[in-house]
């Protein structure tokens, strides 16, 4: 029985195996646009597969769902990493698990987080993870990955048993 997953902040450390939050962090910065705006680079580590070349710059409007959230189906994108930016948006849920040998995601070892609706996820290619939901409120997101175009893009596996978040 896989216990209620308790969410942790996501933050780089914390995140770190599993891809990284997108916000301002440690990489080179300078200043842009007569010194009005600073650009702030190297913030996440875009990865893709050579035979994945089409970018793909996407608006996800996600429907707010019920609580409690049962969690039955988990995806990864063995291609490339994607990226999700909050455009509208509540604080939201992100959970991933890590492979197995199988290359099965460890189910036992899933983590969950909640990322401020200010910051952004990424996550490192081919990491299993919750297909984005948002609670409350519709949200809007912009995701970023590169594609195939077919079948190989994305991985999902139906749970065993739902996995549950303490409070979502
Ligand atoms: N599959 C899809 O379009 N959405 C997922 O990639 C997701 O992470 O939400």
Do not use: C
């Amino acid at each position: 029985m896989t216990p209620t997953l308790r969410p942790r902040s996501l933050t780089a450390a914390a995140f770190a195996p599993f891809g990284a939050p997108i916000a301002i962090g440690s990489g080179p910065s300078r200043p842009v646009n007569g010194g009005r705006a600073t650009r702030h680079d190297d913030i996440v580590a875009l990865d893709r597969a050579e035979d994945a070349p089409e970018a793909r710059l996407a608006l996800y409007r996600i429907a707010p769902s019920p609580r409690p959230f049962a969690i039955d189906v988990l995806e990864r994108h063995p291609r490339s990493s994607q990226s999700f930016t909050p455009i509208v948006a509540r604080d939201y849920l992100v959970v991933v698990a890590p492979s197995g040998p199988d290359g099965a995601p460890l189910v036992a070892k899933a983590q969950a987080f909640v990322a401020p609706a200010t910051t952004g996820v990424h996550y490192a290619r081919g990491v299993w993870h919750l297909p984005l939901v948002a609670f409350d409120a519709e949200a809007l997101f912009a995701m970023w990955m590169w594609e195939a175009g077919d079948g190989r893009d994305t991985e999902e596996v139906r749970l065993g048993e739902p996995l549950f978040v303490e409070g979502f």
